[in-house]
């Protein structure tokens, strides 16, 4: 079983920066595939970014140039650094892993966290 537990969302002014993350519990393999997600209300959830074991990233159009996905594989935290942040951007973040699926945005995770709320005001 693996446990996620988000943490660092907030308020911010438009154009501030934020640093999520997600702190995994339990067995995590070298291959794994996590991601960052969102939903706002009344929209539907929304792929952010993507991260393998191997390193490799995927991000949404829309964060690109703007948030950085990383990972500390031993202290198994992921990471979502998130700059240049808009009103947009508000909406309910969650993390996910699974073993399986490859890298990507669909939402097609085993695993997933609580969440923690970002807020961008104008």
């Known amino acids: 079983q693996v446990q996620l537990v988000e943490s660092g969302g907030g308020s911010v002014q438009s154009g501030g920066s934020l640093r999520l993350s997600c702190a995994a519990y339990?067995?995590?393999?070298?291959?794994?595939?996590m991601g960052w997600f969102r939903q706002a209300p009344g929209k539907e959830r929304e792929g952010v970014a993507a991260i393998g074991g191997d390193g490799s990233t995927s991000y949404a159009d829309s964060v690109k140039g703007r948030f950085t996905i990383s990972a500390d594989n031993y202290k198994k935290i992921l990471y979502l650094q998130m700059n240049s942040l808009k009103p947009e951007d508000t909406a309910m973040y969650y993390c996910?892993?699974?073993?399986?699926?490859?890298?990507?945005?669909?939402?097609?995770?085993?695993?997933w966290g609580q969440g923690t709320q970002v807020t961008v005001s104008s």
């Open positions: 996910a892993y699974d073993l399986r699926g490859g890298l990507q945005l669909r939402g097609d995770y085993s695993y």
């Open positions: 339990g067995y995590i393999y070298s291959y794994y595939y």
